[in-house]
């Protein structure tokens, strides 16, 4: 009992902690983002008015997605945030607020354990891609690594899983269902 105790008011600290780098991690995301719109219109002006197409912005633009929504995710999952149907909570909040919150938390660790698998299922393709120097575009007009881009879905992922593993704890130990629904 003491250790569960212990856990709870521990939990503020470690969550501001955890908050802080998962908002740096969404921050890059959101910078990223800015940077892929004005490389997108730089392109277009380029294009259009130049006749000067920067060359690879479509092929990095597709890369740059997937990396931007594994930087995005681990914020949302533990503000959670991410997108999801809550009719079957909501019904369940008038008659028993425990077993809401035992099948939040239920639900959370299902999505701590699919993107633990995601981490998983991408890390041979990121290995791969380091001992290959495996790269996309043009050999001799522009190439550009794909081993970040891989590292940051197995990065992700992984802090991903790590952050609904934290939501699915605080939710057991204190966090009030009221809140949300």
Wanted: hydrophobic residues 60%.
């Amino acid at each position: 009992m003491q250790r569960a105790s212990l856990l709870a008011t521990s939990l503020p600290a470690l969550r501001r902690g955890l908050q802080l780098a998962l908002n740096a991690m969404a921050a890059v995301g959101v910078l990223w983002i800015f940077a892929i719109m004005l490389l997108i219109v730089a392109d277009v002006v380029g294009r259009n008015f130049l006749a000067a197409p920067i060359i690879g912005v479509a092929e990095i633009a597709a890369r740059s997605v997937v990396a931007i929504v594994f930087l995005l995710l681990p914020a949302a999952a533990l503000n959670g945030t991410l997108i999801r149907s809550d009719f079957l909570m909501r019904g369940l909040q008038r008659f028993s607020p425990r077993s809401v919150r035992l099948l939040d938390s239920l639900f959370t660790l299902a999505g701590a354990v699919i993107f633990g698998l995601v981490a998983l299922a991408a890390w041979p393709d990121t290995h791969d891609a380091w001992v290959s120097s495996e790269f996309f575009g043009v050999r001799g007009v522009w190439t550009l690594p794909t081993f970040p881009f891989h590292l940051l879905v197995v990065l992700g992922a992984s802090v991903t899983s790590l952050a609904c593993v934290f939501s699915a704890v605080e939710t057991l130990l204190n966090r009030p269902t009221e809140e949300h629904f």
